[in-house]
């Protein structure tokens, strides 16, 4: 497991991504990842999830996050449907519907639970570590010139 003990918010820039990641960390768990251009003043550079998101940015050997504990603080089934985005392996993508075939107690037939599924994605706290970017026809959380960099990145 993850030691993401240290309550804060991180910062760090990316040449690649072309702004920061910043995480925002609490009680154990992540609780945000965004991508600002500049990071909050109170923002230290110095984290072990940095560490392994910007392993993972280098892009030379694939890099899991499964083992980092996100606070979801969504609904019920959205938390269901982002639960199972975690499980989309790295350099494999999906679709909305297929996410919500995926995801118990959703219908893919139905409107309503792929919209659901959209809101998940939308809405998702943690985007990449929630790897939302690997869902093809979805929205994503992380900024359009993130996701295409993500998506970039594992040849999706």
């Known amino acids: 497991m993850e030691d993401v003990t240290d309550a804060g918010i991180y910062a760090r820039e990316s040449t690649y991504l072309d702004r920061h990641v910043q995480l925002g960390v609490a009680s154990g768990r992540v609780l945000s990842v965004s991508f600002p251009d500049v990071p909050d003043d109170d923002a230290e550079s110095a984290h072990s999830i940095l560490d392994r998101i910007f392993e993972y940015l280098d892009g ?5 996050f499964d083992d980092v ?10 938390r269901a449907v982002l639960e199972q985005v975690r499980e989309i392996p790295y350099g494999d993508q999906v679709d909305v519907e297929t996410l919500a075939r995926m995801t118990p107690d959703l219908d893919h037939e139905d409107e309503d639970d792929r919209i659901t599924v959209r809101t998940a994605l939308d809405e998702n706290p943690a985007p990449l570590l929630i790897p939302d ?3 093809r026809d979805g929205p994503s959380a992380a900024p359009p010139a993130v996701e295409q960099k993500l ?4 040849e999706l």
């Open 60 to 64: 030379i050997d694939p890099v899991t």
């Open 151 to 154: 998506r970039s990145l594992e």
């Open 133 to 135: 970017h690997r869902v």
């Open 69 to 78: 504990q996100v606070a979801l603080t969504v609904p019920t089934d959205q």
